[in-house]
C-alpha cells in the first residue's frame, strides 16, 4: 500500500523473511556430500591448467583427490579473490587491497581496497568488485551491521586501466560476466544485479532468502550461486536498531554480534543458541541460524532451478565459492573447513 511507508512510522515495520520453498527447499546435500580435501577456511575455488585450486588465508592450494592440499603459491596478505584470464594469467586479490596479475602488481584507482570478487569476459575485460569504500574484505560484518552501501564495480579492458562503472552497491561480493555485461550478487540487498558496461542496471533475482556471495559458471550455459550466511528475523530487527547496533558494535567483540556468521555453535557466549534453537541437547535443523549452508543452480535465464543445503544443524556451512570441473561440482565451505564433491551426472536434483 501506498500509506505503508507513513504507517511504518506509528506501528513498526514488518519483518519478513522469503521462505525456504520450491527450488530453496531445504535438504542434506552438503552434509551427504564427500569431503574432496580438508583445507582451512578455503575461500575461493578455480580450475586452472585441469587443476583445482583453493584459496585459504595468505596460500593459494592445488587439490587432487586423496592427497594432502599442495601450496603452489604464498602471498603477503589473505587472497581475497582468484580469477584466470583468457591467455591463463592468475589474477589474485589479497587482503591489503593490492592485485596481482601471473604475479605482478596491479596499479588500482584510489578507494579500491576491497576486492571480494574478479572474473574475466571472453574478450579479456577483467571485471572488479570492490566491496567496500569503507572497510577490509574480512571486516564484512561491520559493513552490514553500518548498513554500508559504498561498493563498486570496475572494469579494465585489455592492455587498458580500471574504470568505474557503478557505484553504491550494498557489498558486491560475486561477478558472472555474460556478453558485455556482468552479474552481480549483492549481498547486503540480497538479489543478483545484472550491469551493461555503461553502468545500467537492472534486478535480475531479489528476495533470496540469504546473503548472496560468489557466482560461478555452469557447463549448460547457466550459473551456480552461493549464499554464505541466511537471513532471520532476529537480525533484521537489528538492522532496523540504529543505536542498539552502534551499541553492540562499541561494545560487544564482532564474533559475538548478532549477525550472519560462516559458523555458529562453537562459543556459548554466541546469541542464538537456546529455546527454539536446541531442545533436549538436539540443534533442530529447521530452526534460525547466524550460519547455513546454500549452493543454488541457476538456469540460461537465471531462475532457481534447485538448491543444496547444509542446515541449522549441519556443518557445512559459510559457502562463499564453487567450481564446476568433469561433472562434478566442488564446494569451498569456509565454516566447515572442507572443499566438497557432489557428482552432477548422478541427477536426483
Known amino acids: 500500500m501506498i500509506l505503508d511507508p507513513i504507517l511504518d512510522v506509528f506501528r513498526g515495520k514488518a519483518v519478513t523473511i522469503p521462505p525456504l520453498d520450491g527450488a530453496f527447499r531445504p535438504n542434506t546435500r552438503l552434509d551427504d556430500a564427500s569431503a574432496f580435501a580438508e583445507l582451512t577456511e578455503p575461500d575461493n575455488l578455480l580450475v586452472a591448467d585441469g587443476r583445482l585450486l583453493a584459496s585459504g588465508g595468505n ?50 584507482p584510489a578507494g579500491v581496497r576491497c576486492i571480494t570478487a574478479l572474473a574475466y569476459a571472453e574478450d579479456g575485460t577483467l571485471w572488479l568488485a570492490n566491496g567496500s569504500a569503507d572497510h577490509a574484505p574480512s571486516q564484512w560484518a561491520a559493513d552490514l551491521m553500518k548498513k554500508g552501501a559504498s561498493g563498486s564495480l570496475w572494469a579494465r579492458a585489455p592492455g587498458g586501466d580500471f574504470r568505474k562503472v557503478a557505484g553504491d552497491i550494498a557489498f558486491p561480493y560475486g561477478l558472472h560476466p555474460v556478453g558485455g555485461d556482468v552479474l552481480v550478487s549483492e549481498s547486503w540487498r540480497h538479489q543478483l544485479l545484472r550491469v551493461g558496461a555503461d553502468g545500467k542496471r537492472a534486478t535480475v533475482l531479489a528476495h533470496l532468502p540469504g546473503y548472496p556471495a560468489r557466482l560461478a559458471p555452469a ?16 537480525i533484521e530487527f537489528v538492522l532496523q536498531e540504529t543505536h542498539y547496533r552502534q551499541d553492540m558494535i562499541d561494545q560487544v567483540p564482532p564474533a559475538y554480534w548478532i549477525a550472519p556468521a560462516l559458523a555458529s555453535n562453537r562459543s556459548f557466549l554466541e546469541p542464538l543458541q537456546c529455546g527454539g534453537i536446541r531442545t533436549m541437547g538436539i540443534h533442530k535443523p529447521w530452526s534460525p541460524s547466524r550460519s547455513y549452508g546454500l549452493v543454488v543452480k541457476l538456469d ?10 547444509s542446515r541449522a544443524n549441519g556443518t557445512r556451512h559459510g559457502i562463499c565459492s564453487v567450481a564446476e570441473k568433469d561433472g562434478r561440482l566442488f564446494i569451498a565451505s569456509k565454516g566447515g573447513d572442507c572443499v566438497l564433491s557432489v557428482d552432477l551426472a548422478s541427477g536426483g536434483f
Do not use: Y
Open 59 to 108: 596460500a593459494i592450494h592445488a587439490l587432487a583427490a586423496g592427497a594432502v592440499p599442495v601450496v603452489v603459491e604464498t602471498c603477503q596478505s589473505p587472497v581475497t579473490a582468484l580469477a584466470l584470464s583468457p591467455s591463463g594469467e592468475l589474477t589474485v586479490g589479497l587482503e591489503s587491497g593490492k592485485l596481482l596479475v601471473a604475479g605482478r602488481e596491479v596499479s588500482l
Open 300 to 309: 540460461q535465464a537465471m531462475r532457481p532451478q534447485f538448491s543444496l543445503h
Open 219 to 234: 557447463t549448460d550455459g547457466g550459473a551456480w550461486l552461493t549464499l554464505f550466511a541466511p537471513r532471520n528475523r532476529l
